[in-house]
């Protein structure tokens, strides 16, 4: 690469450069290529190993604190609630940044990442998942209203294919 | 000859204490007045710019660290940082500026004057620069100032 | 057996000078420009930049009414007045604005012979009535009295003496060869397109377009950037829809001219399709219009912003210079040929 | 086309507080707030001074996002403080989190794996590449150029895609701790980084042509915003911006941490120290990334991704898990590391630059002092010595060149 091509030349070399970028619009303008994932009607299957929402097992929990503990946000804690002999798990997902560390702790998988990460709230009270909330399964709301879901494949040409199933 | 031989040998005229505290990182230690005379002369080692300028409060010693890490961009001084330290009193925390020895120390000496409350005598801008203008409290990297953190546990069953 | 009032209320609103100003070139045609263009705008940049732009507005024809939609939106924005603003000044020059820019309509021809208003100097007409816009974009900005604005308006004020020499002098050029100034007897002695007869010209007036419509790389104005919105930071709702619009207003009467002036104006590419019906002649001045404002805002996506001073410099060193060469070029051919 | 401004003042880094007393000499200046909710300045604040067209003075004024990071790490365990300090600079998570753990290591005295040397490394510049295409994007829309700013955010999701495969998370990959890394390499990874590098160097070319070559950011960047060489090096410029003006540092080569021993690479620099120097390099650099990630998957060594000090405390459960899935468990007597008295610093060179730890322990499970030095904290000296005398157009134009991170410098 020469060293002098970075800097503005004469009227012929300009007028090449002014084509060149044109023509490059151009050629975008005319291929079919999209990056955008039209989300509410699409949506990502994220997969295995996306440190999304956590689902939380009571039958599996022993109650050891280690999440409560490790929680870098403070937003899993201990909850002793009325009538319960042990304490349990609750997260609050104002707080939560899904850094999964208490997943990683948990050492009897009481707690495991699910694929799903596009809950939205309209109170901020709901955010808080109390043991006896915390216990259920997630559903993407997209995907229960019938959002096609699909699949990141990497490609040579367009960077990212969005490919339906 | 080595670099730590070098500095020690141009230091210790001045009482510093000079120390390799890790491969790579030498730890001198001076004076409150020998700070600039110390600087220039880590300067002319080839020490050409300050990394980081920080205080650390040891309340106990009722004493904080002013500490200048210096390094260099020359390719033979790579990998090595300085630490060029001093200890002041905790009640009347001054020290004169270096910026003149090393520009480089200019925003950082102003967080420090901000975060710690030491004066740097001649620096010309010592104002506010992360905090907001009309900040009150104490200096909040002083070991006074506590930052309270939640515990973990929350009983819900003496609600009410 | 119609009854006789209502053929004469057809009769009128058909007359050119009804017709001409209000429907077609005018305002009416003037509105749908304004609003598929942006939309073609922001469509094309989105393409480009692999996305799609707007889309869910009338979702089966890609969002197309989006305009519409932010139209509404604007009228039932409130129009905030900035309690230091000059507020008669305020309110008042951008729907001047909007007027100057509608004017020039009336003495835009359209087809042979179908004009508001048949001028032989129809030509410098358009030109000046469209060169009262910045003036008012200077008032715009010194009345809502804000650093930002003020700012902007002075770029404008720059702008605006850099721009207008040469894109009189580059029109004259052209004028001077058809010797006329009347845009329908410029279209008339058209045989081959002014931009082969005159390449330079053209090139300067479309350069000199892009610099009035404030539109990439020279949308130094508005500049948001650096100062937000320029001269339209305090606006809001419709004065600010007006504000906006005016642009592709001026974009549009500029465009007008550009294809009368160099791509034989109404004479369509198949001159078989004119005989079928001369309705077809007004169309084809409109697709060719509307061809060249789509590429105007294409560049949109293709050019950064060029530096005020950079932009007075290509003003004045190259493009002053090159509309007086494209003068002379004007007069050899006038020589050598022995005119249109 | 050179900005106007006296030379003699340029070449004084202390020219500016001779220029404090300008009103009162009768200097007529027109004061203006750009920030710090504005469309070309994120979060910051720029007091500019102007006198005509030309900036008389461009005061940063930064703080807007300041967290108070150092005072809430005193606060935490050391493990806790990692997903914190990746909030500095959220797109460059790996490479900011790479220095603390390296300070937090060299405390334990704990060396990490050769393998999870690999894996950092793998990371950090994937995370390398995405930070210079942010920084792209955004010097792109300073100058009103919304195409590349669309195109680099939307190239930096392929990097994004490829960090997240890795490590489960888009941008905060809490990835590197001490002792190893998180994860260990899915099967299909080399493929798709192959397929990614392929891509990203088609696309590089369409840069070229639609924006580095294009005649009005040539007329926008060449010699706009010089810095020479001896004043980078007075004012402890780092990056990048170090590099554009012909400095041969980076903390990859001075440190030696990670793999980079191992890598053959180049550190791209430029003598020129404008903002299209400071553009180039960074070309370059996301270049070299891809390069070093190649030669990362082909070297990789077999073994561990942990320290076996802290595996080895793992039922034997978990560890059939970790084999099996390649996802790490911890013990929970990694919540509460207890490292030795003493102190430690370490330097990583981040897509911004270089940023420098320096721990205090005091023998407690909380460090005692955390001090961070952030590239972009440092870089911000820039706004004033490189704006000085340059036209208010050229402000967006070198902000954009130095992508300076406000979060980042907040800290």
Redesign the interface.
């Known amino acids: 690469m020469a060293e002098d091509v970075y800097k503005p030349g004469n009227l012929l070399v300009s007028l090449k450069r002014h084509a060149a970028a044109i023509a490059t619009g151009l050629r975008y303008l005319l291929s079919t290529k999209r990056m955008t994932v039209r989300y509410p009607e699409f949506v990502i299957d994220l997969g295995e190993g996306y440190r999304g929402m956590i689902r939380w097992h009571r039958d599996r929990c022993i109650s050891c604190s280690l999440c409560a503990q490790i929680c870098p946000a403070a937003a899993m804690k201990m909850y002793k609630l009325p009538g319960e002999k042990k304490m349990y798990p609750g997260i609050n997902y104002q707080r939560c940044i899904f850094c999964g560390f208490c997943v990683d702790v948990c050492p009897v998988f009481a707690l495991e990442h699910t694929p799903v990460h596009d809950i939205s709230y309209e109170e901020l009270d709901e955010m808080i998942y109390v043991p006896t909330k915390f216990d259920t399964e997630w559903v993407s709301p997209a995907a229960k209203e019938g959002a096609r879901p699909v699949k990141v494949v990497f490609d040579e040409e367009v960077g990212l294919r969005h490919e339906p199933q | 000859m080595a670099l730590l031989d070098k500095i020690r040998e141009a230091l210790e005229p001045l009482g510093a204490k000079v120390e390799e505290v890790r491969p790579g990182y030498i730890s001198v230690s001076v004076d409150a007045g020998n700070m600039r005379k110390a600087a220039q002369l880590l300067f002319s080692l080839g020490f050409d710019h300050v990394v980081s300028v920080e205080g650390v409060d040891w309340i106990k010693d009722k004493e904080i660290e002013v500490a200048y890490h210096a390094a260099s961009y020359e390719p033979e001084l790579h990998g090595v940082i300085v630490k060029l330290s001093t200890r002041i009193p905790r009640d009347k925390p001054e020290l004169d500026t270096l910026i003149e020895v090393w520009p480089s120390a200019l925003y950082p000496e102003r967080e420090t004057w901000e975060m710690l409350g030491i004066v740097f005598r001649g620096h010309p801008e010592l104002k506010r620069l992360l905090l907001p203008p009309d900040y009150q409290g104490p200096p909040p990297l002083r070991k006074d100032y506590r930052v309270v953190e939640e515990g973990f546990i929350v009983d819900l069953t003496r609600k009410q | 057996m119609a009854p006789q009032p209502l053929d004469k209320v057809v009769e009128f609103i058909l007359s050119p000078h009804i017709f001409a100003p209000l429907i077609y070139p005018g305002l009416l045609a003037a509105m749908l420009v304004l609003l598929t263009l942006i939309w073609a705008e922001r469509k094309m940049t989105a393409k480009v930049q692999l996305r799609y732009g707007p889309l869910y507005v009338l979702k089966p024809l890609g969002g197309i009414i989006q305009l519409i939609a932010d139209a509404i939106k604007f009228m039932f924005q409130e129009p905030i007045l900035p309690r230091k603003a000059d507020k008669w000044v305020f309110v008042l020059a951008p729907v001047t604005m909007m007027a100057f820019t509608i004017i020039p309509f009336a003495f835009i021809p359209a087809a042979p012979g179908f004009v508001g208003v048949d001028l032989e100097y129809s030509l410098p007409l358009v030109l000046s009535l469209s060169a009262l816009v910045p003036p008012l974009i200077l008032a715009t900005s010194w009345a809502a009295n804000n650093k930002f604005t003020l700012l902007g308006g002075v770029r404008e004020a720059f702008m605006m003496v850099a721009y207008e020499t040469s894109l009189f002098i580059a029109a004259f050029a052209i004028a001077t060869y058809y010797g006329t100034l009347s845009l329908s007897k410029i279209v008339e002695a058209q045989t081959v397109p002014g931009i082969v007869l005159n390449p330079i010209a053209a090139a300067i007036f479309f350069v000199a377009m892009l610099m009035t419509a404030s539109k990439l790389p020279y949308d130094i104005v508005e500049g948001e950037q650096e100062i937000v919105a320029g001269p339209f930071t305090e606006y809001s709702g419709i004065l600010y829809m007006l504000v906006m619009g005016a642009s592709y207003m001026e974009l549009y009467v500029l465009s007008l001219v550009f294809v009368e002036l160099f791509l034989g104006g109404w004479k369509p590419v198949i001159p078989a399709l004119a005989s079928i019906h001369p309705a077809f002649q007004g169309i084809a001045l409109f697709i060719k219009a509307y061809l060249v404002l789509l590429f105007a805002v294409f560049l949109r996506s293709v050019y950064a912003r060029y530096r005020l001073d950079q932009a007075l410099e290509i003003g004045w060193k190259k493009l002053f210079p090159l509309s007086l060469i494209s003068v002379v070029w004007s007069l050899i051919l006038l020589v050598i040929t022995g005119g249109a | ?1 050179t900005s106007p401004g006296s030379s003699e003042l340029r070449g004084n ?2 020219f500016w ?1 001779r220029l ?1 007393g300008r009103d009162e000499e009768g200097y007529d200046v ?1 004061e ?1 707030f ?1 920030g710090p909710q ?3 300045s994120g979060h910051m604040r720029i007091i500019v001074r102007l006198d005509g ?1 030309i900036i008389v003075d461009a005061e940063p004024d ?2 807007y996002v ?1 967290r ?1 990071m ?3 790490a ?3 365990e050391y ?6 300090f990746e909030r500095a600079t959220i797109i460059d998570a790996a490479n900011i989190t790479w220095g603390y753990v390296r300070a937090v290591e ?1 405390l334990l005295g704990l060396e990490a794996p050769p393998r999870a040397e690999y894996l950092r490394t793998l990371l950090a510049e994937i995370n390398r590449i995405a930070s210079h295409l942010y920084g792209f994007g955004i010097a ?9 700013f ?2 680099a955010f ?2 930096r ?2 990097w994004v ?1 490829l960090a ?2 890795l ?3 888009r941008l ?1 990959h ?1 990835y590197i701790i001490p002792g190893g890394v ?2 260990n390499l ?1 099967q299909d990874f080399k ?2 980084a192959l ?2 590098i ?3 160097e ?2 590089l070319q ?1 840069y070229e ?12 960047y ?1 010699d706009v915003g010089v810095i020479k060489a001896e004043e980078a ?4 410029i780092v990056g990048p911006n ?1 590099r554009a003006a012909g ?3 980076d903390a990859r ?4 941490y990670g793999a980079y021993p191992e890598l053959d690479f180049e550190i791209p620099t430029r003598e020129e120290g404008d903002a ?1 120097a400071r553009l ?1 390099v960074r070309i370059e650099e996301i270049k070299q990334s891809m390069s070093m990630i190649k030669q990362i998957l082909d070297k990789i060594p077999d073994g561990p991704i942990f320290h076996e000090k802290y595996y080895r405390m793992l ?1 034997p459960k ?1 560890k059939e ?1 970790v084999e099996q899935t390649g ?6 007597a ?2 509460r590391l207890k490292p030795e008295p ?4 370490a ?1 990583v060179e981040m897509g911004h630059g ?1 940023v ?1 730890y ?1 721990i ?1 322990s005091d023998g407690g499970i909380k460090p ?2 955390v ?1 961070i ?1 952030t590239p972009a ?2 870089n ?2 820039l706004y004033r010595y490189l704006t000085r005398g340059a ?7 070198i902000y954009g060149s130095i992508d300076y991170f406000p979060p980042e410098g ?2």
């Open positions: 086309m880094p202390y507080y404090m027109y203006l750009i504005h469309p070309a067209d930064i703080g300041h108070t150092e005072k809430l005193e606060g935490r493990l806790k403080n990692i997903p914190l060299q792109g829309i300073m100058l009103n150029h919304s195409t590349m669309m195109w939307g190239d999701e392929v895609q997240e495969d490590t489960g998370a905060t809490s998180r994860r899915p493929e798709k397929k990614a392929r891509y990203m088609k696309r369409d042509r639609i924006f580095v070559k294009n005649p009005v950011i040539i007329a926008r060449v090096k007075r004012l402890g170090l400095v041969r540092y080569i001075a440190e030696e299209m180039l039922p978990l898990f996802r790490l468990k911890l013990p929970g990694f919540i003493g102190e430690a610093v330097r270089e420098f320096h205090v005692y002092r001090r030095v904290f440092r911000v000296v036209r208010f157009m050229d402000l967006p134009a907040d800290r």
